[in-house]
């Protein structure tokens, strides 16, 4: 079975001054996310600076499905079966990530994964190390008295990523603030889905705004091509792509690329990956 990198015990000497405001700013901000775009946003800034990851998979326990329910917010480009598997809370990769973290008594851990069981995780672990995803940092929230019984649990994966102590450090101390911002986006879209139809906020106007080239530039960028990627996709110079996300900045009113993308998802702008839905 996949071998567990060592943990070791973080030193409070490796809180760098440089990251004591983004600790700060992290806890702070974190009390106005509540939607998905939002979480997914605040991940995206200061988290990045003690936390640098290009996949997330958070889970949290619905007791009306009595199991973990996970979802994957990834700013590098992964195939539909890995997303698929990153996502199935009864599938072998997150059982085995949930089953490893509860042996190791509520620690956070890095599994190596190119030592992951080609026997039960076959193309699966080719996939993640294509894609530049060696190593899955996880950490997670049980209850109190009952380890086995996981209230989330939250994945993180980059290229860069390494199971040093000052990174195991910020995974401890940002723990908490993860779990009760992430319960909380889980209550608020729970919410939203069972207000009524005529409360929910009118989008058709900003819909209407996105043309379909707009929409298919937006789709990749989902998917973290950059400029150039997406015009040999499109055919089109990168310049035009360019043009097209200020664009969409503007229209959306989004500060940045990531943010236009968490925009576009909570109004439903972008549908199915342009991946499954082949190239124009």
């Known amino acids: 079975m996949p071998s567990i990198l060592p943990n070791t015990v973080p030193n409070a000497e490796l809180?760098?001054?440089?990251?004591?405001?983004?600790?700060?700013?992290?806890?702070?901000?974190?009390?106005?996310?509540?939607?998905r775009y939002q979480f997914f946003v605040w991940t995206q800034s200061h988290l990045q600076v003690l936390l640098p990851h290009k996949l997330a998979v958070c889970g949290a326990y619905q007791r009306a499905r009595r199991e973990l329910h996970f979802e994957v917010f990834n700013s590098v480009s992964l195939p539909e079966p890995v997303l698929g598997s990153l996502v199935d809370g009864r599938g072998p990769l997150l059982q085995y990530l949930a089953g490893?973290?509860?042996?190791?008594?509520?620690?956070?851990?890095a599994i190596d994964v190119a030592a992951l069981d080609v026997q039960v995780f076959g193309k699966l672990r080719d996939d993640l190390l294509a894609a530049g995803l060696g190593e899955l940092?996880?950490?997670?929230?049980?209850?109190?008295?009952?380890?086995?019984?996981?209230?989330?649990?939250?994945?993180?994966?980059?290229?860069?990523?390494?199971?040093?102590?000052?990174?195991?450090?910020?995974?401890?101390?940002?723990?908490?603030?993860?779990?009760?911002?992430?319960?909380?986006?889980?209550?608020?879209?729970?919410?939203?889905?069972?207000?009524?139809?005529?409360?929910?906020?009118?989008?058709?106007?900003?819909?209407?705004?996105?043309?379909?080239?707009?929409?298919?530039?937006?789709?990749?960028?989902?998917?973290?091509?950059?400029?150039?990627?997406?015009?040999?996709?499109l055919?089109?110079?990168?310049?035009?792509?360019?043009?097209?996300?200020?664009?969409?900045?503007?229209?959306?009113?989004?500060?940045?690329?990531?943010?236009?993308?968490?925009?576009?998802?909570?109004m439903n702008l972008l549908g199915r990956s342009p991946r499954s839905e082949g190239s124009v």
């Open 15 to 35: 809180l760098r001054s440089s990251h004591a405001e983004a600790i700060v700013r992290v806890v702070e901000t974190a009390i106005d996310v509540g939607r």
């Open 100 to 109: 490893s973290w509860i042996d190791k008594r509520g620690k956070s851990l």
């Open 137 to 233: 940092l996880v950490h997670g929230v049980s209850r109190p008295q009952r380890p086995s019984e996981i209230e989330s649990l939250f994945i993180f994966a980059s290229p860069g990523l390494c199971s040093s102590a000052e990174q195991r450090m910020y995974l401890d101390l940002l723990l908490p603030h993860l779990h009760s911002t992430w319960l909380r986006v889980q209550a608020v879209e729970r919410e939203m889905k069972e207000m009524p139809a005529a409360m929910h906020p009118v989008q058709g106007l900003t819909r209407a705004l996105i043309t379909e080239r707009e929409r298919q530039i937006l789709s990749w960028v989902r998917e973290g091509m950059s400029n150039q990627q997406i015009g040999e996709v």
């Open 235 to 266: 055919g089109i110079s990168p310049l035009t792509v360019k043009n097209h996300v200020q664009k969409i900045l503007r229209k959306l009113g989004a500060n940045n690329r990531a943010q236009a993308v968490a925009s576009a998802m909570t």
